[in-house]
């Protein structure tokens, strides 16, 4: 088993940046692929970022293009997600989440840490 635990989390003012960061227990996160996630209040949970297990790779959803950037430092068990410019809409509950097979079905998830964006 693998437990996922998320922080960084916090309210900033729109423009400003927060850096969240997910750390793993167990030996296997090294090789999951990661991901992370959003779920705004009354909105169905969205997809943010990805990152292969080795990091080689990663995949953005457009909100997060040129904004967020996903990494892992697999020495620690540990993912990031740096967040730039933020807006109010990237208001939601961030979630990590492990991809054990690379078929990007995830089967680990943390319990989220709250991101609060103001105007």
Known sequence: QVQLVESGGGLV??????????????RTFSSYGMAW???AP?????F???ISWEGYNTY?????????????????????LQMNSLKPED???????????????YTYWGQGTQV???S
Do not use: H, M, W
């Open 37 to 39: 996630f959003r779920q």
């Open 13 to 26: 003012q729109a423009g400003g940046s927060l850096r969240l960061s997910c750390a793993a227990s167990g």
């Open 48 to 50: 943010v970022a990805a």
């Open 91 to 105: 208001t939601a509950v961030y979630y990590c989440a492990l991809d054990p097979r690379g078929t990007n079905r």
């Open 60 to 80: 953005y959803a457009d909100s997060a293009k040129g904004r967020f950037a996903i990494s892992r430092d697999n020495a620690k068990n540990a993912g990031y």
């Open 42 to 46: 009354g909105k169905e949970r969205e």
């Open 116 to 118: 609060t964006v103001s």
